[in-house]
């Protein structure tokens, strides 16, 4: 079956340093997402990318950095400037603008 | 700038009850709208969606949902609930001109279903 898979599905990181969360599809999606979400707040948008080899910030860049070097992969890194770290990350991708997200199952981090 | 509002963060009901979840969105421009559901510790899953046509959109599990253009809102319906419809609820909104795709999501609405 065709799905998105996130890896791993729990992540813990000590202080000063930078973790990849790792995001692959193979739906054949065009464009992929992440979001982080914490309790209450709804899904907030990290970053997207809507092509190979190209990516935009989305609300709350700062303190992460992505690649997306193949179609199937978009991997996130949190950095040690992301100083509230803690959270529930969740990667999609769509084929087009108006279709719907398909969503991984997620990665919770959290701080040691 | 378009914004999602879940009108409730909680939703009691009984077991057999119908239930209406709340979602009002503010865009000065068209949108595709859209349901999503997480159960704990788990990604999102599509309900339903409204990209264009009949305004009553029907989706997986029993639900559907009514586009009202004129009061910009998107409810979420289902005449009789099960306990394993417990979980999160996430309305959306993308805007059509965008064209990246991008999702604007709600705070959630936490359906308790009891028994």
């Known amino acids: 079956d065709g799905g998105i898979t996130q890896s791993p599905k729990y992540l813990f990181r000590k202080e000063g340093q930078n973790v990849t969360l790792s995001c692959e599809q193979n739906l054949n999606h065009d464009a992929m997402y992440w979001y982080r979400q914490d309790p209450g707040q709804g899904l907030r948008l990290i970053y997207y990318s809507q092509i190979v080899n190209d990516f935009q910030k989305g609300d709350i860049a700062e303190g992460y950095s992505v690649s997306r070097e193949k179609k199937e992969s978009f991997p996130l890194t949190v950095t040690s400037a992301q100083k509230n770290p803690t959270a529930f990350y969740l990667c999609?991708?769509?084929?087009?603008?108006?279709?719907?997200?398909?969503f991984g199952d997620g990665t919770r981090l959290s701080i040691l | 700038a378009q914004s999602v509002t879940q009108l409730d963060s909680q939703v009691p009901v009984f077991e057999e009850a119908p239930v209406e979840l709340r979602c009002n969105y503010s865009?000065?421009?068209?949108?595709?709208l859209f349901w999503y559901v997480q159960y704990p510790n788990q990604g999102l899953q599509l309900l339903l969606k409204y990209l264009s046509g009949s305004t009553l959109v029907k989706g997986i599990n029993g639900f559907e949902a009514e586009f009202n253009k004129s009061q910009t809102s998107f409810h979420l319906r289902k005449p009789s609930v099960h306990i394993s419809d417990t979980a999160e609820y996430f309305c959306a909104v993308s805007v059509l001109s965008s064209n990246t795709g991008k999702l604007i999501f709600g705070q959630g609405t936490t359906l308790q279903v009891k028994p």
């Open positions: 865009s000065s421009v068209s949108v595709y």
């Open positions: 999609a991708s769509n084929m087009r603008s108006n279709q719907p997200q398909h």
